[in-house]
């Protein structure tokens, strides 16, 4: 069975600062990893996704998450904040050749100036 | 054309009421979601189109019906519904089974009286 653990439901930063937010996983196989992002009242964004290669993901936005085997881990992060950031973010996972996401309860980033 | 386009993106039904949801995608994905988003949560997964195949949570109840015209179009048909159904309904399009990558519609936000 696949599971997604988002840490931190609510993560507060101030403009500029650095972005990190966690996801860690768990798949008995070769997952396939996503986050998305959602704005108020709207649905859902890719933002950056890891099927193979490298471990390194960049995205949208200027974020970027790494894939850690070892740690079962595909943080997000973005180097300085911007005020349009706010937002939630949903961690997702999926079974190569399958139908199904399986989502984090998502956290939500507050930015204040 | 890379938007999933969903009608109406509000509306407001009472229990007695029959209405519908639509969802159109025009990129040839071969897959296509519904999904129930409550406030602050994750979304569930209700009924998922892959190959004109259907597989249903078991969990949703019969009040929702899904249908697929086309594989193009998705339709969800609500019948006598509750309050607690009140949700952001969302739709989704994926090309298949090789990334299951999904592409998320704006919404319909239900609101049953």
């Known amino acids: 069975a696949q599971s997604v653990t988002q840490l931190g439901s609510h993560v507060s930063v101030s403009e500029g600062a650095l972005v990190l937010l966690r996801c860690n996983y768990s798949?008995?196989?070769?997952?396939?990893l996503f986050w998305y992002v959602q704005y108020p009242n709207q649905g859902l964004q890719l933002l950056l996704k890891?099927?193979?290669?490298?471990?390194l993901v960049k995205g949208i936005n200027g974020f970027e998450a790494e894939f850690k085997k070892s740690e079962t881990s595909f943080h997000l992060t973005k180097p300085s904040a911007h005020m349009s950031d706010a937002a939630e973010y949903f961690c997702?996972?999926?079974?190569?050749?399958?139908?199904?996401?399986?989502f984090g309860t998502g956290t939500r980033l507050q930015v204040f100036p | 054309d890379t938007e999933v386009t969903q009608t109406p993106k509000h509306l407001v039904m009472g229990m007695t009421n029959k209405k519908s949801l639509k969802c159109e995608q025009h990129?040839?994905?071969?897959?296509m979601y519904w999904y129930k988003q409550k406030a602050k949560k994750p979304p569930e997964l209700m009924f998922v189109?892959?190959?004109?195949?259907?597989?249903i949570n078991e969990s949703v109840p019969s009040r929702f019906s899904p249908e697929c015209p086309n594989s193009s179009l998705l339709n969800l048909h609500l019948h006598a519904l509750q309050p607690e159904d009140s949700a952001l309904y969302l739709c989704?399009?994926?090309?298949?089974?090789?990334?299951?990558?999904?592409?998320f519609g704006p919404g319909t936000r239900l609101t049953v009286l």
């Open positions: 890891y099927t193979t290669g490298a471990t």
């Open positions: 989704a399009s994926s090309p298949g089974q090789v990334t299951n990558e999904q592409f």
């Open positions: 798949s008995s196989v070769p997952p396939y």
């Open positions: 990129m040839g994905h071969r897959a």
């Open positions: 997702a996972v999926s079974r190569p050749n399958t139908d199904k996401l399986i």
């Open positions: 189109y892959s190959y004109e195949k259907l597989s």
